[in-house]
């Protein structure tokens, strides 16, 4: 069974930076496009950062220049840096996986982790 494990979030002041990690038991990890979700309350769930199987990557306007997303394959674990945090980055992040490339679209991904809490503070 494919587990995907977050972990790395937390309270953080605005300004302040964070670094998810999501460590992924998928046999051909490589092979996969990793990414990176959030959903804040009462909003829908959102794309904010992805990196395909051949490292091209995608960002939200909203995280681009702050969060940098990376991919470590022989440890199977994807990463989020995030930097300059916002109250407006406050959401549960969740990590996702599929094969080959990047979608947007959150029914895309075939795998899903359980969520980490990220709250930043004003």
């Known amino acids: 069974q494919v587990q995907l494990v977050e972990s790395g979030g937390g309270l953080v002041q605005a300004g302040g930076s964070l670094r998810l990690s999501c460590a992924a038991s998928?046999?051909?990890?490589?092979?996969?496009?990793m990414g990176w979700f959030r959903q804040g309350p009462g909003k829908e769930r959102e794309l904010v950062a992805a990196i395909s199987s051949g490292d091209f990557t995608y960002y939200a306007d909203s995280v681009k220049g702050r969060f940098t997303i990376s991919r470590d394959n022989a440890k199977n674990t994807a990463y989020l840096q995030m930097n300059s945090l916002k109250p407006e980055d406050t959401a549960v992040y969740y990590c996702?996986?599929?094969?080959?490339?990047?979608?947007?679209?959150?029914?895309?991904?075939?795998?899903w982790g359980q969520g980490t809490q990220v709250t930043v503070s004003s």
């Open positions: 996702a996986a599929r094969p080959g490339g990047i979608t947007r679209i959150s029914v895309g991904y075939d795998y």
């Open positions: 998928l046999r051909t990890f490589s092979s996969y496009a």
